[in-house]
């Protein structure tokens, strides 16, 4: 049974993660209102707080996620939920996610 809230779509959305003192680059590789899915080889841990900098393209600030928590890790892919998302972020997610789904529906048309 589906547990997610939110539509999750696939992208590809460089990112800066940070845990610790660490910060290394990784991908989004879907996104939704609620978390992520991210390769990366930040070594990370079920339960971990982590900081993610979605970079957008075209766009010189990038979305600052401050809390994000490791829910599952395999190999150097872990999911993340996003917890209390400020109002100014969540629209900027809302609106990358919204120009997501526009260029998959757009792909699949070709």
């Not at 990112?15 to 660490?22: D, G, I, P, Q, V």
């Not at 991908?27 to 992520?36: R, T, V």
């Not at 996003?82 to 919204?98: K, S, T």
Request: cysteine-free; aromatic content about 2%; charged content about 35%.
């Amino acid at each position: 049974m589906e547990r997610r809230r939110h539509r999750r779509v696939p992208t590809q959305v460089k990112s800066l993660l940070r845990a610790n003192s660490h910060e290394v680059e990784g991908e989004a590789l879907d996104l939704s209102l609620g978390g992520a899915q991210i390769k990366s080889s930040l070594d990370v841990q079920p339960g971990k707080q982590i900081v993610v900098k979605l970079i957008v393209p075209g766009d010189d600030t990038p979305i600052l996620i401050e809390h994000a928590q490791v829910q599952w890790a395999v190999d150097r892919t872990f999911g993340v939920r996003f917890v209390d998302l400020p109002e100014r972020e969540l629209d900027e997610l809302e609106q990358l996610i919204e120009e997501s789904i526009a260029l998959d529906e757009k792909g699949r048309e070709t």
